[in-house]
C-alpha cells in the first residue's frame, strides 16, 4: 500500500500581521509579517527554512549512518525582489557548513558529504525541487 501524497496545513489568523499554521499532526508554527512587530518569522523566511531543512534533514541522514557531526549548519540565502513578474525571491543559495570528529568515521562522513548534498539538491528534497521546477499554485475562495 502506497502513503497519502497529499500533505495539509490549515493558516489562521491570530491578529493583526500574525498567524499559527498547523499540520495534520496537531504540529503548529507561529509566523507573522515584518508589519507585525513581532519576532516571529516572516513567509519568506519559512521559505527560506523548508529549503535548507529539507536538504539538512537529506544530508544528515546520508551522513550520521557514518560519524555524528560536531557541528552542522545549513544558511539560506536569497534576495527579496519586485519587478515585472511581481514579489519574488531570487539567487536562492544553501551554505552547508558540516564538521566531523577526527578517525575513520569522520573520514567517511567526509568523503560522503559532497555526494550527499548534490543528491538531495538534484533528486531528494521536495522544498527545492519544487522551487525549481516551478510548480503552479492556484488560489480559491471557498463559499461560506
Not at 86 to 98: E, H, Q, S, W, Y
Amino acid at each position: 500500500m502506497s502513503e497519502n501524497p497529499q500533505r495539509l496545513v490549515t493558516v489562521d489568523r491570530t491578529g493583526p500581521g500574525r498567524f499559527t499554521a498547523t499540520n495534520a499532526r496537531g504540529g503548529t508554527v507561529e509566523f507573522g509579517t515584518a508589519n507585525g512587530g513581532g519576532t516571529e518569522f516572516t513567509p519568506v523566511e519559512l521559505l527560506l527554512a523548508a529549503i535548507g531543512g529539507c536538504t539538512a534533514a537529506d544530508v544528515d541522514v546520508a551522513t550520521t549512518r557514518h560519524a555524528e557531526p560536531d557541528g552542522f549548519t545549513v544558511t539560506v540565502t536569497g534576495n527579496k525582489v519586485s519587478d515585472d513578474l511581481g514579489n519574488r525571491m531570487t539567487d536562492l543559495a544553501v551554505t552547508f557548513a558540516v564538521t566531523f570528529p577526527e578517525g575513520e568515521a569522520g573520514d567517511r562522513a567526509r568523503a560522503i558529504l559532497p555526494r550527499a548534498v548534490t543528491v538531495s539538491h538534484d533528486r531528494l528534497c521536495t522544498v527545492s525541487r519544487t522551487v525549481e521546477t516551478g510548480t503552479p499554485v492556484t488560489a480559491t475562495i471557498k463559499d461560506a
